[in-house]
């Protein structure tokens, strides 16, 4: 009986096992297998080679740069646009009757537009001349920046449109967060004298950590996986300033049709981002606190 | 009991869709006449240029219906098309006619990808082939054979504001005809914050580059695509006159996007622009002043490389569909659909007999400008050509930009490209 229990289970899960195995885990081993192999416009047939397509990414200073460049996106996007999302998840917490869900609404339309639509659009935000994102800086006495065309520049401006566009899911997913903390536990804490930021620091924030954690780990995936709005918005230019760690595969894999070196770079990439989110979890993942 | 139920479902299912595709399978064994051909092609500039392709080949549908059925495919700009041609030939099921951008065609080669056309150009009409402006030609041939038919081509030219000239003191009928004149312009044009004085193209600026080589009398890749020159006095010398008009002077943006200059252009946000003849039709339609269109400037000479895309058949697709193949591409190229075509989108007309058509002639006759990229043909070469031409691109790309953002100097820069590509090209 117990058996046929297991069995069943099993079977719940084949078929999405199936699709899993031939969409994901397939590929994923083919491209670990594919990263030995020299297989290029150079050599039409793969090319068995040890690990020297590592040994070359590894030489190469680009891939330095766009490792760079795909940190900087981490480290800036996440705190922004997690404490952005806190922030304005706890104010649209607050009882405001209808108007709340306007405040909701607005809030979560940019997440709602598919990215390559958002990115077309902020491409005429940034536009130095006509674009209206210039136009408002203007008024704040800010010089003409060329968001898009300068090398210093272009970096942040994928990461501002970035942060417009993913803080809303996580904003949404704090919200139910905050939802979920019984009235009674703030009550208590008025009773005793606890109130504004006491109450935020030791009711909501340890509350809502299971809801961080999801969002920290969801936040992290997605900062690696950045790639339409840099497609659309600048291709990786100027000058690589803008190159990611997805972009810079795609060039390998689509564009240079080099097929070993975007499966050494694609190995490389989910190992980093399993690494990483193995860390996460070992560290933070202890401390969340789950109510049962 | 439910069990049963639900395994013969599903095997009815399955037994339901192989009878399904075997008799579809049949169907199309009883139907052989019918030839279907798919064909990719990308449109490099901005414009409803698609819908064009697409009447046009109606056309010809209806000319050859029940025998052979052309299916355009628009597969996006230049880089896309190229991605799809690719990965639809290593999966062994390419697109019977192709159209990519003139410099891949040594990868294309290598690949194995395309067939030689020299014995269906022999089946055409006397002097077909060498009624092609010859340097559109150039990009065509490798060792003596043919691959591939001009069609959508074009050269980069000079766009200038007559009225930002007017407002700048300059008469609004003479664009600069030397370098020298070109930065003395742009420095009376800009206007900071508001006009650049020239905008040179980022996006495709390898191309414009080698253009400026070519005006200084040089060139970057040898015709045969083996030997790399980029580290020239003559390539120094230009990228040292870029420098000094976008980072040293600052009258031209150091960076910018093929597909946003234009609209800079309209919009004033630049007086003079460096562009492809492709855009012509788009800012006829758009801008609101007077603007006019000329050669590049020269330093030694007038000079370009040719640009845009040739038809491609490819090689291995049975006989019968490489002949229909080259039935579309033939029509496609005789004269008056060529005239038909350049009219259409603005691109160069890719024959000369072209030019003595009524439709053509009287579509000059009211737009002169659309003859400036023709007549510049005479000083113009074909583009450089080499394997992996798509990564050529992005290392001349990226020390391009590096230089004048004034990171590196642009004999350091050139030093750089000219190792990496030679080491990718041979």
Known sequence: ?292 | MRKIILLLTVFFFVAGLIGASETWAQKEKVKPKLLRLTFYYPVGVAGPLARVIGEMTDKFNKENEGKIEVVPVYSGDYDPTMQKVQTAIMAGNPPDIFMVEISELPTLLAMDAVLPLDDYIKKMEKGYWEDFFAPFRENATIGGKIYGIPFQRSTPVLYWNKEAFKTAGLDPDKPPKTWDELKDYATKLNIKDKQWGVTISGGWNDWLFEAFVRQNGSYLISADGKTANFDSKEAVEALEFWVELKHRLKVGPPHSTWGSTPPDFVGGRTAMLYHSTGILTFLKRSAKFDFGVAFMPQKKTYGAAVGGANLMIAKKIPKERQEAAWKYIAWMSNVKNVAEWSVASGYVAVRNSAYEDPAMKEHVSKNPEYLVARDQLKYAHGKMMAKNFQKVREILKRQLDDSVAGKIAPAEALKIAHKEIQAVIQ
Request: with cysteine; charged share 10%; aromatic share 22%.
């Open chain 1, 1 to 292: 009986m117990k058996r046929l229990e297991h069995l069943k289970c099993y079977g719940y899960i084949l078929p999405g096992l199936f699709f899993m195995g031939i969409f994901t885990f397939i590929p994923v081993f083919m491209s670990a297998y594919l990263s030995l192999f020299k297989w290029n416009v150079n050599y039409p047939e793969p090319h068995f080679t040890w690990f020297s397509n590592y040994v070359e990414v590894f030489k190469a200073p680009l891939f330095w740069l766009v490792l760079r460049n795909n940190l900087i996106y981490t480290f800036t996007t996440i705190p922004i646009s997690m404490s952005l999302a806190l922030f304005l998840a706890i104010l649209i917490n607050q009882k405001m009757g209808w108007i709340r869900s306007i405040y909701r609404g607005c809030l979560f339309y940019p997440t709602m537009i598919p990215m390559v639509a958002a990115a077309m659009l902020w491409v005429w935000i940034f536009n130095p001349g006509l674009g209206i994102f210039n136009y408002y800086l203007g008024f704040l006495g800010v010089p003409k920046i060329e968001w898009l065309y300068d090398m210093r520049y272009a970096l942040i401006a994928i990461i501002i449109m970035s942060i417009w566009k993913n803080f809303g899911y996580y904003m949404l997913i704090f919200l139910a967060g905050l939802q979920g903390i019984p009235n009674h536990y703030y009550e208590a804490a008025a009773i005793e004298g606890a109130t504004g930021w006491k109450q935020f620091r030791y009711i909501t924030f340890p509350m809502l950590a299971p809801a961080t954690l999801f969002v920290f780990v969801v936040a992290i995936i997605s900062s690696f996986q950045v790639f339409d709005q840099v497609f659309v918005m600048t291709q990786g230019g100027p000058g690589d300033r803008t190159n990611v760690l997805v972009f810079y595969i795609y060039q390998h894999a689509f564009r240079f049709w080099d097929l070993g070196m975007g499966s050494t770079l694609t190995t490389l990439f989910i190992s980093g981002l399993l690494v990483a989110i193995w860390l996460v979890f070992r560290v933070l993942g202890r401390r969340v606190y789950y109510e049962v």
